[in-house]
């Protein structure tokens, strides 16, 4: 059974040792692709980490004119061949996440390739290695989408069109707390 | 999974990634006090250091780390690190060797004890550094150079919780609980810790407790990643803690939610106490810490219902004028309650300094000898010389703490020796601090590179970092580990250990410092803390690599360590009972007044260690968090026309600095917030209160009163 990233946005520090992390994979030339967003800045602390979601019909893929974005047979979208990149940026605009990046002087795609050399052989990625309070797990994909601690989603609606995505998030119980989701009040003095 | 005592941590079984050409060198976090286990990765012909590769199968991380972790490794191949001696030539400091250095160094010792008595010289080092060298640095101010006059940077940190634990159970082990015992309590009650950002990787244990239903309960002026996730969130004015503790106890005390047989059978002090938190109703503490009453009824009997539970504490609890008191209060909760020496049932203050833990018990306190104990026990006076070879009365008594230590220079001291730390960011009331260091007639740094403290040195002698050193830390659970060393000293560097045992030789006092390798030094250690309070004797440089670290005390070769202590509800006095004590609520030192309204906290990023000295050099690091900032609550914003991102200037008693305003409601209305990472004009130290507290000699960094409005001229910016 294969393994997939699993986010639970609740614990996240926002520490961004997941960044830090990976740029120490090999073949990411020090440059991260995991991005770490404030929710609510000046409300709260809140963060959410969001790597590449892993699409199990990536439209970054579809929409590259040289078909450089390739899909592995465990279904992780890995970041363009080198070779055949041209830099053009249809897979940044097309990618409803926002995930691709292009280097600008190498004139190459750049994305989170689920850190292929690690979770190839069975290690975790590095952002799932090091994250401190496990926000990101790498974990069974079909007992996280069938029985997983918390509610999950994996399906997201962008207008209509459905996209089903390979990396799940644990979504937080906002009946107990709102962990920072929609206003917060701060303290009381 | 290894030893039966690492079995419910958090370590995964994974296999670390190798490649061709390198070595994996396993080793631990050079910063804060949880030790990280981590492999470097090294070149395997060159010795270069490469990069991190996580280490699953250490017990306490599993591989997890925080930013500062996984880009430690950075500093080893920094272009700034120091490779040569340097010495001030006509105002500057110029590469010299190591001959020129030792000589002129010795010679000035020489000359300066002559003149004004053994005394005069000091040393300030760190709680950074190996057990062995602090070890050495102890033994090298006592018997090297015949000086009092040693103390260190823990002073800072750690000393209000090592006095509080030792006057309420008699031994200071900053955890009565290994860390995987988190998980099994049913309440954790978190206080002045910014868990989330200070000491990241406890926040699977936290997070962990969470999931098994734990309920959580965290006093912190601000609303931090771990307060937002709370159970209760006690948003106290900075430096009431007391009466915050007090009130809880009130609770407990009301319900009738404490453990009669517990404290009948193994405290003292309970009446006493019962007496006089009767005052301190949830509508008198709430005048005074600014809570909600109801928030203290709930958190009081949150904990005083659970079965199981941890009170565990950090810095805002303990920087403060009154934090013994602060933290003695805090263990009561856990006494009144019977909540100890069970799996889950404990209290422990969160380390801050790498080696925090291990720094404070081998004698580079002034007030302490080896194996903590006190220097001026004559047994434990007669046991130390007797392992060192010398007459006992060449040990001196206890000389000058930390902060009263710098304000001696100058005056009864003349030269210092700093080794591993950066007072003059650290400390508070910097400015004077840098007028002290410049009145001596001697300065000697060591460090891995120009610290603005070694910036005003005379000499500056190049050390390694940590991934090129030996020897053993012992961490936030009271678990002394084993760090290996890459072997290599780039440039003409050299380990501290060998420096102070080379100074020593020059000094003619070579024969009390003849080691071969930490791992000589650390056996010595052994039996020098055999039979103290923190015994060590039968821990070996072995069983840690089996053991993956071994708990103190381990007194035979026999023992594994002690994971857990009070087992047996025996506390550590002749009576065998914990010791409940009541404090009243004093205040801060300083308070606020019409001139300066408003109430200055200070504390980590996630980003920085300490002085900044390491990570403000890693630029990914920088890049996170370049500058200080203020945090400012929007109301208060509003009253002085403040806008986010602009220039504001905060002004206390002592000085002033300009920052960058952060507009945030994590924060109360009536305080601001400055992290302290930053040198020089970027200090927040220029501001903070030397006031100490008359026990730990802690300063009180976490609260001093200030005036803010909007600066004028164009500063630094906020990235
Ligand atoms: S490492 Fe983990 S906790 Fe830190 S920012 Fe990334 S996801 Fe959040
Ligand atoms: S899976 Fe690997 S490549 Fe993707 S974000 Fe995580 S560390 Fe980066
Ligand atoms: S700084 Fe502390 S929490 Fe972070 S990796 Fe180092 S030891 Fe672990």
Redesign the interface.
Known sequence: MGKVLYIDY??C?????C???C??C?GHDHMSRMFVDELN???????SPTPCMHCVTPACAESCPVQAISITADGFVLSASMEKCIGCKNCTYACPFGIPRVDDVKKMMYKCDMCY??TS????P?CA??????TIQFLDEQELKNHS?KEVQYQWDFGGTTIETKTVIGLPDTRS?N??YYD?????? | MGHSQNREYVQREYDAIERDGEELISTHCCFCGMQCGMNIRVKTDSKEVLGVEPRYDFPMNGGRLCPKGVAAYRQAEHGERLLHPLIRKNGKLVESTWDEAMELIVSKIKGIQAEYGKDAIGIYSGSSMTNEKCYLMGKFARIGLGTKNIDYNGRYCMSSASFGFNQSVGIDRGSTNPWSDIKSADVLLLAGSNTAECHPLSMPYIWGARDNGAKIIVVDPRQTKTALVADIHLDIRPGTDVALANGLLHVMIEDDLVDHDFIENHTTGFEKLKELVKKYTPAHVSEITGVAPEKIVSAGRMFGQAKNGMAMFARGVEQHATGTDAVSTYVNLCLVTGKIGRKGSGFATFTGQGNGQGGREHGQKTDQLPGFRKITDPKAREYIASVWGVDESEIPGPGLSAYELLQALGKEIKCLILACSNPIVSSPSIAHVGEYLKSLDFFVAIDMFLSESAELADVVLPSTVWVEDDGTTTNVEGRVLRLKGIDRTPGESRRDWEIICDLAERLGRGKYFKYDSPEEIFNELRVASKGGIADYYGITYEKLDKMQGVFWPCPTEESEGMPRLFEDLKFNFPDGKARILAFEHKGPNENISKEYPIILSTGRVVYHYLSGNQTRRIESLLNFCPDPYVEIHPKLAVKHNIGDGELVKISSARGSMEVVAKITKIIREDMVFVPYHWGKSLAINNLTNPALDPNSKIPEFKVCAVKIEKAESMGVKHG
């Open positions: 609740e614990r520090i926002g520490c961004r040792a960044i830090v992390g740029e120490e090999s800045p000046g409300e709260t602390v809140a963060t050399d690690r052989k069975g290690t975790p590095m290695s090091v994250c401190p309070t496990d601690p707390n962990f920072g917060g009040e701060g303290v009381q003095s």
